[in-house]
Every structure is written in C-alpha cells, then in structure tokens.
C-alpha cells in the first residue's frame, strides 16, 4: 500500500532517499519509532509527505477528466443531451472552485488532516458510487459531491507541505505537487476508456474510485509527518486585519489576477491550438495535435525544473518574467511564420517548458507572500483563478475564431502571458511594502 503511494516521487530524483540529519532526528523521533518496523530503508520525512500528498493531488484531477470517456455511456444508458453530460463536468469544476476559499479557512483554524481524509473519502467515494447510478439526477449529485470533496485538494495540500517541508526543498515539493496533478490529468482519458473496454462503465468508476481508499489509509498511518504551517508567536499577539481584509489586499488580489491570467493564456493554447495551426499554417489534424502534445508534455518537465531552480536562488520573480517573456515570443514566431511540422513541435516544446518552469517560482512568490498560518485560505482564494481563468479562457479566443482571424489568437495568447506579468510584478511589489501579518480569527 505505501509502495504505491510512492511511486510518484520514486519516479524522479526529486525526493532523495537519504538519511535524516541529527535536527530531523529530534524533530521526527516519534514518528520514527512507529514506521521503522515497515521500511527496510530509511525515506526522509519529505519523501513521504510528497508521496502521499502527490499521490492525492493525481487523484484529484484524475476524477476530473475520467468523466469524458464516459460521456457515449452514459448517453446512451440515461438518454441525455450533450449539454446535459457537459453540465456534469460544470457542477464538479464550479464545486471544486467555489468551496476552495471556505475550505481554506476552516484548514486555517482546525488544521488540514481531517479536512484531507473528509474531502479525500467524499470525493472518491462519489466516485465510486456512480458506477451504481441508475439516472442521470443521480450522476449530477455525485459530481457535484465529488467536485466539493475535491475542493479541499490545493488548501490542505499546500498547508502540509508548507509546514512539512524544509525550506530548502519546498520548491521541488511544489513542483513535484503540480507535476503529479498534470500527470493524472494526462492519464486520465487512455487509461479510462482502456477500463471501459475490460470492465464497461460502471466497473470502471467502481475501481477507480475505490482507488482513493488505500490513499486515505496512508495518509491516517502516515499522519505524524503531515504537518500544517503554524503562525508565529509574534504574529499571533501582533494586532492583526481580518481574514476577509487578508485575501482583499492588492498582492492577494494581484496575484490572483496573476494565476487567472495564466490559466486563460494556457487554456486558449489547449483549446485552440489545433484548429489555428490547420486553419493558418496548413497543418494537418494530426500533425496540430502532435503539436499540442509537444506544448503539453514540455509544460508538465517545465514544472521539474522550475522546482529545482525554485530552491537554488531566491530570483524567483526575475525567473519567471524572463520565462514568460520568452515562450510569449515563441508563440508570436508560431502565429506569424510558418515553420516545418518538426520545427513547429520543437517550437511549442520549448515554448511549454519555458511556461511550466515559471509555475513552481509562481506558488513559492505566493507562499513567501503569505503570513504564517494563513497558507490555506490563500491558496484556496488565489488558486481559484485557475478554475476562473480556464472556464474564460474559451470566450475570446472563440471570438476570433468566429470572426476569422485565427491568425491573432496567439498574439492574444501572448498578450495575456505579458499581461500576467504585470500582476505578478506589482503584488510582489506590494508584498515587499506591505508586512502581511496573520489575520485575526
């Protein structure tokens, strides 16, 4: 059971196999003495917690993009509409979306465990439970539950990590957290319609919900090492703004501006991609999808190395601009010459990896922005410009398809990257001048 919870940061040298110095004796001693007996090697209290909190964040966008493939079942065995089975896919992202923010408080107040076992357990056992669905009512309930349980994934997580992991390794758990959810959303299409073909629908949701259980198992053994983020003492006694007046101050603000825009920017490029590239350089349906693919599998290694860099220099600002400024300019090079396939998929690697790499500096400028304590209800607001940004995202683009200038949605693209450095550069500004205490309760 805890092999396969590791196998994520087994999978790279990201978290090493090492042996614990003489503070992290004394700091883990305890939980040491209850986990000696089942290791025949000793992983160091990072590796696990990367494991186990990876291993949910795979999970967590796995659920969200195992539905598709069910979409011509589900069709056929409920007789609904296609915009009945996209409303499925709407209540889980809006639940998951909106409850972040509130969730983010209560991991703040009564610590983030039993909010990560709570939500784990609800968002796969709904799951599950839709393998048992005999209406179509049924299946938008236990979306809509799943979407709620998977609401808790980004405050908990970042919570734990941010008071698991010492500081000279957060950039790689970061990163290896962004890493693992890109990795099950990659997955999750082949694998589940390769389920559908040996167990049909319902046996497929079954044993993928069911996945979640050994998972929460592991994070009740393994719950020694799960530590939340606490506030200082200093910060606790200091006179202190409200939570609500926390998330409102313009670095908070700016920097969900900042992971909207981002979201819009990567979101029309998965969108629209294929179609600009036929329609504009004449590349056929395969080949712009090869393209896409290349943009996909450098954004998710960009992740990697942005952590690595994340934890060997504090330039985490200057990093991310030049970055950003230069896969904006690839994709101007895309949208205005017309290149060979080979050299258009190179292009788009490069330019994925350049903007994947940027992320992992994007979440440390936001925890170093973040008061003690406070991690959870600020990634659960600032991570809701994702969700923002990618439900945006298909409008304006779409606009110009529609208007026949397929030739200027990367321009747009690469405006909207230009436009999110913006944000990023001002709250990291307005973070330096503002000492951001921890709001009181």
């Known amino acids: 059971m805890q092999a396969a919870s590791l196998v994520i940061a087994a999978a790279f040298q990201y978290v090493s196999v090492r042996r614990f110095s003489a503070a992290q004796e004394e700091r883990f001693a305890p939980e040491r003495r209850f986990s000696d007996f089942d290791m025949a090697i000793t992983l160091s209290p990072s590796t696990r917690v990367n494991a186990v909190i990876g291993t949910g964040h795979f999970l967590s966008h796995y659920y969200q993009l195992c539905l598709p493939p069910m979409f011509l079942a589900w069709q056929s065995a409920f007789g609904v509409s296609f915009a009945e089975l996209g409303l499925s896919m709407a209540l889980m992202s809006c639940a ?125 053994w393994q719950s020694a090492i799960l530590r939340e983020q606490v506030r200082s003492r200093e910060s606790a006694h200091a006179p202190t703004p409200s939570a609500r007046r926390l998330l409102l101050t313009p670095p908070m603000l700016l920097f969900f501006g900042f992971f909207m825009l981002t979201a819009v920017a990567t979101g029309g490029i998965q969108s629209w991609l294929i179609p600009v590239l036929h329609a504009v350089h004449g590349l056929s349906l395969s080949a712009a999808s090869i393209a896409l693919t290349s943009f996909l599998t450098g954004a998710t290694g960009g992740v990697l190395l942005g952590g690595w860099f994340a934890d060997r220099s504090d330039r985490h600002l200057a990093f991310s601009v030049i970055l950003t400024i230069a896969a904006a300019a690839l994709l101007l090079l895309v949208a205005f010459e017309s290149m060979a396939d080979a050299a258009t998929f190179g292009v788009m690697f490069t330019a994925g990896l350049l903007i994947g790499a940027s992320r992992t500096p994007r979440d440390m400028m936001l925890k170093d922005a973040s008061p003690p304590g406070e991690i959870g209800k600020v990634f659960g607001f600032v991570s809701a410009g994702l969700p923002l940004g990618g439900a945006l995202a298909p409008v304006p683009f779409g606009y110009l398809m529609d208007k026949g200038r397929p030739d200027l949605v990367l321009v747009l693209v690469a405006l909207v990257l230009l436009a999110s450095l913006l944000c990023v550069g001002t709250a990291r500004a307005a973070a330096g001048r503002e000492a951001l205490p921890a709001p009181a309760e």
């Open 96 to 220: 998951t979306g909106l409850l972040q923010t509130p969730v983010g408080f209560l991991v703040d107040r009564y610590g983030a465990r039993r909010f990560l076992v709570g939500g784990t357990l609800l968002m796969t056992l709904s799951i599950a439970a839709l393998g048992f669905a005999t209406a179509y009512w049924q299946v938008l309930l236990l979306c809509l539950l799943s979407g709620t349980g998977n609401s808790v994934i980004h405050p908990t997580d970042y919570a734990i990590l941010s008071g698991s992991v010492e500081r000279s390794r957060m950039g790689r758990s970061f990163a290896l957290h962004t890493f693992s959810g890109n990795l099950g959303s990659m997955l999750a299409p082949p694998v589940t319609a390769g389920l559908m073909l040996l167990a049909g629908w319902r046996g497929t949701l079954l044993v993928v919900g069911l996945l979640g259980i050994p998972l929460v198992l592991v994070i009740l």
